[in-house]
Structures are given as C-alpha cells and as structure tokens.
Nanobody, 125 residues
Framework: EVQLVESGGGLVQAGGSLRLSCAAS????????IGWFRQAPGKEREGVSC????????YYQDSVKGRFTISTDNAKNTVYLQMNSLKPEDTAVYYC??????????????????WGQGTQVTVSS
C-alpha cells in the first residue's frame, strides 16, 4: 500500500523559509513522480512543483520559480520542497501526491494516484 506522509509546515514571516518533506512508502518501482500541491481557503487546489523519481527532472509553476526547490533523496524515499522568500500568498495547506510524471506536470489534482494528509504553511506579513 502506497503511503505519503508530509511534515515540515509551520508559521513563518514573509521572506522566511521552510522545508517540507514527503516520506513515501509502498512503491514497487521508481517510475513515478512526486508532486506538491497547495490549497488556500476558498481556492482550488493548485500544483506547485513535481519531480520524477527515476531521472530527478524537476518542474515548477511560474508562481514559485526561483523561490522553491524540489529534490529527492531516493535512499530515504523522501522528497523535499525547500521554500525560500515566502510570501503571504503562499499560505495554504500543502499536499504531496504521487502519479505519472506526465500527469503531475499538467498540475491537475485528479490525475494524481495517491495523496498525503497535508501540512499547513502560514506566512505572516
């Protein structure tokens, strides 16, 4: 059974940094991607970044390019999202999800196969 567990959320001031972790288990091959999505109150869930576990190709939404960095430690089965220069508009519940790389790159939540429980990120102004 595939499981995804996020950690690392919290409260930070604008301009600060946080690192989110997504611990994955239950995969039988490396032919998948892990993506980060976020959902702010009253808004739809949106894609943020994703990474191919097999070749480590990384993809970002324009809104986070240059500020967020996604990486993977395959030995630990963990994907990280380093978030720098945080803005109040980054406030949301952040979820990690798994699925085919081509699907997650479309940033469409329903194309993901599995989801974590989410972790709250709050950026104060």
């Amino acid at each position: 059974e595939v499981q995804l567990v996020e950690s690392g959320g919290g409260l930070v001031q604008a301009g600060g940094s946080l690192r989110l972790s997504c611990a994955a288990s239950g995969f039988t091959s490396d032919d998948y991607a892990i993506g980060w999505f976020r959902q702010a109150p009253g808004k739809e869930r949106e894609g943020v970044s994703c990474i191919s576990i097999r070749d480590r190709s990384a993809y970002y939404q324009d809104s986070v390019k240059g500020r967020f960095t996604i990486s993977t430690d395959n030995a630990k089965n963990t994907v990280y999202l380093q978030m720098n220069s945080l803005k109040p508009e980054d406030t949301a519940v952040y979820y990690c999800a798994s699925g085919p790389t081509l699907a997650l790159r479309l940033w469409v939540p329903y194309l993901a196969d599995y989801w974590g429980q989410g972790t709250q990120v709050t950026v104060s102004s």
